[in-house]
């Protein structure tokens, strides 16, 4: 065995992780094998039990198994067709308003957020349906396609939020009350997005033209009808899983499991259903859910060697060192996460740096609910942050070509938005019970 001091395994093991990540292996190699490697030098055999016991405490975790349920909710969700029905009722009702369509697109990514929870489904959709119609009118490419960014991640924060999911058991926080905590402030984000659409299209009118009259010409009932029907499939799922919790019925996990029933029942419903798509959807929940657990298990087992070597308290002796109290050491996490979403996927955020924040949230005098609610406002801005940026690469990826839809014109369209999160995250800082409110009335 080596002697290292606390100082240095730090340094060596958070280095260590951003060379991997610089070397373009996938994530839970470098911190998986770093996790082993350090170990053993620090602690000899005994690192592999230690890293065996978590991995295995991670993987068997009854909490994370609604991760996969949730994700074959989405997946189904999107082959059912229920988006393309919203947008064609929305596009009739908000069409004449300068900026409509890029309205349209982040209420359309709202509501699906709350049905589908995760990012890779909801831009994808978005993409595929929304941008085309904007970018054919004569949109701005950068307004389009920076809505359907903004639009999509609007899933990994309102519930069922697959991020939520995993950050519970990682905090020692109820799943459900992450849930009820996420709700406002992924509706304040919604408004954001919207009126800021709404009020740049008011200055400039050019890069938004209103939809013809002529193309949404139709009876005030029919749009009536349109709209009604196309927002009952996702308010059934929505009361399904959400009000499930919410009124105490069921946990995460059962619902989760109503979620992926009901999914599958309007899939059927629609006529969407076959025995390809249920091998699709099996096969991209299988894919998406062992990354899932392959990161987690990796990381969480790193986490264990990374806090035996003490460098959780080299770690708890920064922040708590920040100056400015506890404000000061808020800023400096805050500000700290903002960076690693450049570089880190998400997922290795919250396995990495969650157990080691989560216990200094009660020394710093924060609500621990509060607090995780403001970090997964804060990962927002890591979808539409390059170069370790999902949402772009999502809508780089499934855009249609005719479009000439470039990565310039998507990053352009992202950075106003990563700038209104910023706006959202200091209004929950400003307004607590936009977070704590919700939580508090949830039925025992």
Known sequence: MIELSPEIATVLML??????????????????????????????????NLMYTRLFAL?????????????????????????????????????GLRGGLAVITVLLGTILAACVGIIGASVTMLSLLALPAMVNRGYSKSLAAGSVCAGGTLGILIPPSIMLVIYGPMALISVGKLFMG???????????????????????????????????????????????????????????????????????TEAAAVGALVATVLAIAYRRFSWQV??????????????????????????????????????????????????????????????????????????????????????LGFDPLWFAMMICV????????????????????SAPPELGVTMADIIRGVIPFVFLIMVGMGLCVAFPQLILWLPAQMIK
């Open 378 to 397: 804060n990962l927002q801005m890591s979808f539409m942050t390059p170069p370790m940026a999902h949402a772009i690469f999502y809508l780089r990826g």
């Open 59 to 95: 993987i068997t975790s009854y909490v994370l198994l609604a991760a996969p349920l949730f994700i074959y909710m989405g997946v189904m969700l999107e082959r059912s067709a229920v988006a393309e029905r919203m947008f064609d009722a929305l596009y009739l009702w908000l069409g």
């Open 182 to 252: 996420a709700f406002i402030p992924g509706f304040v984000l919604s408004g954001l997005y919207c009126s800021y659409i709404i009020l740049r299209c008011l200055f400039q009118p050019r890069i938004a033209p209103s939809v013809p009259a002529e193309e949404r010409r139709v009876s005030f009932v029919k749009k009536t009808t349109m709209l009604a029907s196309s927002m009952l499939p996702p308010a059934l799922l929505i009361l399904a899983v959400l009000g499930t919790i919410f009124l105490g019925i069921a946990p995460p």
């Open 15 to 48: 280095g260590g992780i951003l060379v991997g990540i610089l070397s373009g292996y996938p994530l839970a190699i470098p911190i998986g094998a770093l996790g082993l490697i350090l170990g053993y030098a620090i602690m000899g055999p005994a690192v592999l």
């Open 278 to 363: 249920l091998t699709d959807t099996l096969s991209r929940t299988l894919k998406v859910s062992a990354m899932i657990l392959l990161i987690g298990g990796t990381a969480f087992a790193f986490v264990g060697v990374f806090l035996a070597a003490g460098c959780g308290k080299v770690i708890e002796g920064l922040i708590l060192a920040a100056p400015g109290g506890k404000w000061g050491a808020f800023a400096l996490v805050m500000f700290t996460l903002f960076i690693l979403g450049f570089f880190i996927d998400w997922l290795g955020i919250l396995f990495i740096m969650v157990p080691i924040i989560s216990p200094l949230v009660p020394v």
